[in-house]
Each structure stands twice: as structure tokens, then as C-alpha cells.
């Protein structure tokens, strides 16, 4: 394996991690998929087109600004769409069906907001900033970056879930909100920050993927797929799941893909998702649980 081989593949595979974790932030208070995962990271995305191109600002920049209005997303994504269904005491299955038409909307407006700027700017239909990227040596900045913050990330979810006051409320609210609220707990203001906390991670996943990686339009449907196989893989209710499963689920992913276009040929780019699909299948056979399931 190339050095620049293993480098995409830590770069996707770090992008996997922030948005499972975000998965099971909302999964673990809600019990549902949370479809909008992809089309927020899309988001984010576009944000780092917007402060590198647009704005002519460091692309760096978006970081923040796409974790700040993904984060605002995902809570209103909580606030309008999974309470209102949770308060009715409707199944999980009602409101992923909702998560999913919220992502289908979500998709809709960065389509349009691409088509936007195609007619006004002469805009192609994806995007890929590297040459706003900065280098040290030879190692590209994205790399170093994503790598900073996906173990940031793995560390504070540690930290959070395990040596804090709202980590033991996210677990109580995760194993039955009812029972969390006779002891005091509100499950609304746990579920919303859990909610705000994972777009924003979406967010920050999205904004440096575009610095590495062509991004077309539908990328965010794409990585939905990618972010279920690496949450059911690891265990869709672990944190440290999301974390081993995104790992596993971007290397395996890319290394597939590459070798399958260096045997077959190119186009076999076209079925990438095969992979995540097959990882899917093959986890709820072989071990329906997830590999971290026993440790939770």
C-alpha cells in the first residue's frame, strides 16, 4: 500500500469516525437512524467552498463555521422533527422515516444551493479545495488536521461519556428517559445538546473532506451508507463502535475501491457502495450486534 494510498484512506476513515460518532450521539436518544448525517457533512462541505472560494478567506476557517451552523441543524433537526414524534410516543421506525425525508430535504437545498451558484459564479457541480490546503513537507494539511481532530474527537467522547455529569445523564436518558426524568434529568435538554453535538461533527467532517476529496452533489448520500455500515460494524449503541467501525469501515473502503479500479478498471468506481453495502449485510449475519456490543 502507497503512502498516498493510506493517507486517503485515513482521511475518509477519520471523516467516517466524526459521523458515526455523531450517529450514535442521536441513536443513543432516540433509538432511531439519523438519516440527515450525510446531507449535513454536505453541508459542511459547501461551507468550506463558501469561506475559501466565495469569501476568499483560509479555508481552515470553515471549520469552525461549519461545526456552528450544522451544530444549529442538527438541533433544529431534534427540535422539529424527532421530539415531536417522541413526545407522541411514536417507534423508531416513524421517526427514522422522518430523518430520512429531513435528509432528502436537507440534500434538496445544498442541490440548489449548487445550482446557484453554477448560474452565478460558473460553478461546476462538485468541489474540491487542495489547492487552498497548507503543506508541511511533503504531508499534506488536511491530513494533519483530520488526524488532530478525529483523536480529539475519540478522546472527548471518552471524557464526556464517562467523567462527566451530562455523559452519566446522555447513559440515563439512552436507557430510559422516563425513568431519567423521575430522577431528575431532562431528556429534552440532554437529547437537544446530544442533537447539536452530533451536526456539528457531521459539519466539521464534510468541511475538511472537501479539502481532500472531490465532493460531488450526492456525496452526503453516499457517505449515509458508508456511516450506517461503520455504526452496526462497531455497535450501533458504542461510541467506541463508531469509532472502530468508522476506522475499519474508510480504510476497507477506500483500499476495495482502488484495487477494484486497478484490476477491473475505472469504472468500477461506480460501485463503490457496494462495499458498504456488503459490510452491512455481512455484520447483521455474522454479528448482529457489533463488535463492541459485549463492552457497553
Not at 227 to 234: P, Q
Request: aromatic letters at 10%; proline letters at 3%.
Amino acid at each position: 500500500m502507497s503512502v498516498a494510498l493510506l493517507m486517503n484512506a485515513l482521511v475518509y476513515a477519520s471523516m467516517l469516525v466524526l459521523m458515526a460518532q455523531a450517529h450514535t450521539l442521536t441513536y443513543l436518544t432516540s433509538d432511531s437512524f439519523n438519516l440527515t448525517v450525510g446531507p449535513l457533512a454536505a453541508i459542511g462541505a459547501y461551507m468550506g467552498y463558501t469561506v475559501a472560494w466565495l469569501l476568499k478567506a483560509q479555508v481552515y476557517l470553515s471549520l469552525p463555521a461549519a461545526f456552528a451552523v450544522c451544530g444549529l441543524a442538527g438541533l433544529l433537526c431534534c427540535v422539529l422533527v424527532a421530539e415531536p414524534l417522541l413526545r407522541r410516543y411514536r417507534g423508531p421506525v416513524l421517526v427514522t422515516l422522518a430523518l430520512m425525508a429531513t435528509g432528502i430535504i436537507l440534500t434538496t437545498a445544498v442541490q440548489c444551493y449548487a445550482y446557484l451558484l453554477m448560474t452565478r459564479r460558473g460553478f461546476v457541480d462538485y468541489i474540491s479545495l487542495p489547492e487552498y490546503d497548507f503543506h508541511v513537507g511533503w504531508v499534506p494539511g488536511v491530513f494533519i488536521v483530520s488526524t488532530a481532530i478525529t483523536v480529539a474527537s475519540v478522546l472527548l467522547h471518552e471524557h464526556l461519556l464517562n467523567g462527566t455529569l451530562l455523559g452519566a445523564s446522555l447513559r440515563a436518558v439512552a436507557e430510559d428517559a422516563d425513568l431519567a426524568m423521575a430522577q431528575g434529568i431532562n431528556p429534552n435538554r440532554v437529547r437537544r445538546l446530544a442533537w447539536a453535538l452530533a451536526g456539528g461533527l457531521a459539519g466539521l467532517a464534510g468541511a475538511y473532506g472537501s479539502i481532500w476529496f472531490i465532493w460531488p452533489q450526492a456525496m452526503g448520500t453516499t457517505l449515509t451508507t458508508g456511516v450506517l455500515a461503520a455504526c452496526l460494524l462497531g455497535g450501533v449503541r458504542s461510541i467506541r463502535g463508531a469509532a472502530l467501525g468508522g476506522l475499519i469501515m474508510g480504510v476497507l473502503e477506500i483500499v476495495l475501491v482502488v484495487w477494484s479500479k486497478d484490476v477491473f478498471g475505472v469504472w468500477m468506481g461506480e460501485y463503490r457502495l457496494i462495499v458498504p453495502i456488503a459490510v452491512l449485510a455481512l455484520t447483521m449475519y455474522l454479528k448482529p450486534r457489533g463488535l463492541l456490543a459485549t463492552n457497553e
